[in-house]
């Protein structure tokens, strides 16, 4: 998943990638949520040292799927605090200080934080009944039109809906109503500007504006995908918009949203963002999701450009950014196929297992791996996605909400 939740302040004035609806600003994979939690003491199992309130459980949640995709046991008060968060009815929020009392109106749950936290606690083991309570909730507030909002009732959006997909896909269930039709609606038109992209949601005259961050997360979510994926089987067809000028499948979403990327990144090697009045800034976080999307696709080779850019570019922006930030990279590498743990020379791994509790053990030595070429690595980490059902990165995985 991932990009990572900025300050509530920052939020307010941030642009996605493409132009963002009228209403609205899409977060990318770590955005706070509006939830009214307070923070005070740091828990001792919680991974990262910056202020919680508003992405504890997403940054959590992304530190524990990346740990377990490199055949790394989080530590059990890691997965224990996750799965203490969760309110009675199932439903998260982005993180509750006291998580001895219950849940009333003053805290506001959220699907994403819900969302990823089913995934992690499906890929860590260990809480079974508070991943199927979780999944309850989500379908509980599943939309008429298939979709789901970041808040319950809020209208759909691509990335809401595609966190919820991947969750679903790790609990190995699916929704009371298809949202893949949802999906398609919002799939810009090839021929039209931004075709092939997926749009955040329409805006109020109906209008869709292509979205990386959406269509990173659409393309995940059509292919039933969440957020640790490894690389699908590759695709002779060039990375085209395509249609028959019908109703898309999920299959054509998805080729038509890895086209966009795919062209959205071949100039620079990558994506690009920027605050309101400000010079366009390279987007380590929407790149990396971006990756994993087109590697899903099966194509590992036109993702391979904006990879190497985040070899070369992106290892000190997670050493700002802390363990939502690692975990994304660490998943893009993981969907390519790559080894984590010499990312451009640096180990992913080493330095997100060092912003939390240590795990408890590796499920194996990666210098002996290595020297005896034995790819146990490749065997654990592809064990992992099939027995949690899920095959994606993403910072899907993304948090958004109404301005």
């Not at 931004?194 to 997360?217: I, V």
């Amino acid at each position: 998943m991932t990009v990572l939740r900025r300050t509530a302040g920052v939020l307010a004035a941030t642009a996605v990638i493409g132009t963002a609806t009228p209403a609205t600003t899409a977060l990318a994979a770590g955005t706070p949520s509006p939830s009214a939690s307070a923070s005070a003491v740091l828990p001792s199992g919680l991974y990262g040292g910056s202020d919680p309130k508003y992405d504890g459980v997403w940054r959590q949640s992304l530190a524990l799927l990346a740990q377990r995709a490199a055949g790394v046991s989080p530590a059990a008060k890691a997965v224990d605090w996750l799965a203490g968060q969760q309110c009675a009815d199932g439903a998260f929020a982005a993180f509750r200080a006291d998580p001895a009392a219950a849940c009333d109106t003053k805290v506001t749950v959220d699907t994403n934080s819900t969302a990823a936290a089913v995934q992690a606690l499906k890929a860590t083991g260990g809480h079974a009944a508070a991943a199927d309570k979780a999944v309850t909730w989500l379908k509980s507030v599943q939309n008429k039109d298939g979709g789901w909002g970041y808040a319950p009732g809020s209208p759909s959006d691509t990335n809401s809906t595609g966190v919820v997909i991947g969750a679903l896909a790790a609990a190995g269930t699916s929704a009371d109503r298809s949202p893949y039709d949802l999906l398609a609606k919002w799939s810009v038109p090839c021929g039209q500007d931004g075709g092939g992209a997926l749009a955040y949601q329409p805006d109020k005259q109906g209008k869709l504006t292509a979205n990386a961050d959406a269509t990173a997360a659409g393309v995940l979510a059509a292919l039933g995908k969440g957020f640790v994926t490894t690389a699908g089987k590759a695709r002779a067809e060039g990375p085209a918009c395509a249609g028959s000028g019908k109703a898309l499948s999920r299959a054509e979403v998805a080729r038509n949203g890895a086209a966009y990327l795919a062209a959205a990144m071949s100039g620079t090697g990558h994506l690009v963002s920027a605050l309101a009045g400000a010079k366009p800034q390279p987007d380590y976080g929407n790149t990396a999701d971006a990756v994993v999307a087109m590697a899903a696709q099966g194509w590992t080779e036109q993702a391979g450009k904006p990879y190497a850019w985040l070899e070369a570019h992106a290892a000190r922006w997670a050493a700002q950014n802390g363990p939502a930030a690692y975990a994304e990279l660490i998943l893009a590498a993981h969907a390519m196929g790559a080894d984590p743990r010499d990312f451009g020379g640096t180990n992913l791994v080493t330095a997100l297992n060092a912003t939390g509790p240590a795990p408890r053990a590796a499920a194996a030595k990666h210098a002996a791996e290595k020297k005896s070429g034995s790819g146990v690595w490749w065997i654990v980490g592809t064990g992992l996605v099939a027995g949690i059902g899920i095959g994606f990165l993403f910072s899907g995985r993304r948090k958004q909400r109404q301005l």
